[in-house]
């Protein structure tokens, strides 16, 4: 089945440390996102890449970083300089007609 | 950045009324779409309307765009108890960068 596959589903994250959350599609979309949900908001928009090996800063990029070497694959990285980190991660890739969501990565510092 | 805001953030109805909830928007736009969110999980796809249309339907849901008031509406008819969730708006820039901005969201909750 085609789709946005997110891993993991929930992760817990200690003070000061990097985490990376996984994102693959086998859509064959050019366009991929990164969104933060916190609780009862809307999405803001962390990173988006149009293409492989280019991506953009989002409305709230500082503290995130972004790779995509591969079309497939659009990781993640919430580094320590992020303060607060807990919140719902969702990654989409984007069409003309839209946007396929994967099912979310639940992030908490303990 | 262009945003598009839901109206109302929440609303309660019983099963078998009409939902409507609306949107809002601040520059022209490519399209406008609507999205369902069900609590922990992502979004889905639930209809997009072109800048050049003025109504949608898929289903029992009814989407109106107003282009001049820069607003969008979505009809859920004859709601049912598995509709309740979260709807947002979102809006994609007319310079085709597929940047997708999305609103705030209404919950709507239908009891059965």
């Known amino acids: 089945d085609g789709g946005i596959t997110q891993s993991p589903k929930y992760l817990f994250r200690k003070e000061g440390q990097n985490v990376t959350l996984s994102c693959e599609q086998n859509l064959n979309h050019d366009a991929m996102y990164w969104y933060r949900q916190d609780p009862g908001q809307g999405l803001r928009l962390i990173y988006y890449?149009?293409?492989?090996?280019?991506?953009q800063k989002g409305d709230i990029a500082e503290g995130y970083s972004v790779s995509r070497e591969k079309k497939e694959s659009f990781p993640l990285t919430v580094t320590s300089a992020q303060k607060n980190p807990t919140a719902f991660y969702l990654c989409a890739s984007i069409y003309r007609g839209g946007a396929f969501f994967g099912q979310g990565t639940r992030l908490t510092v303990v | 950045s262009q945003q598009g805001e839901e109206d109302p953030q929440a609303l309660s109805i019983q099963e078998g009324e009409n939902a409507t909830m609306n949107c809002s928007y601040k520059?022209?736009?490519?399209?406008l779409q609507w999205y369902r969110q069900n609590s922990g999980r992502g979004l889905v796809h639930l209809i997009l309307?072109?800048?050049?249309?003025r109504e949608k339907h898929s289903g029992r849901l009814r989407v109106t765009l107003d282009t001049s008031k820069k607003s969008s509406s979505l009809l859920i008819t004859a709601s049912r108890a598995a509709d309740t969730a979260s709807y947002f708006c979102?809006?994609?820039?007319?310079?085709?960068?597929?940047?997708?901005?999305f609103g705030t969201g209404t919950r709507l909750k239908v009891l059965a």
């Open positions: 979102a809006t994609d820039s007319p310079s085709g960068t597929y940047k997708y901005i």
């Open positions: 890449s149009q293409i492989v090996n280019d991506f």
């Open positions: 520059t022209s736009i490519n399209n």
């Open positions: 309307i072109r800048s050049n249309e």
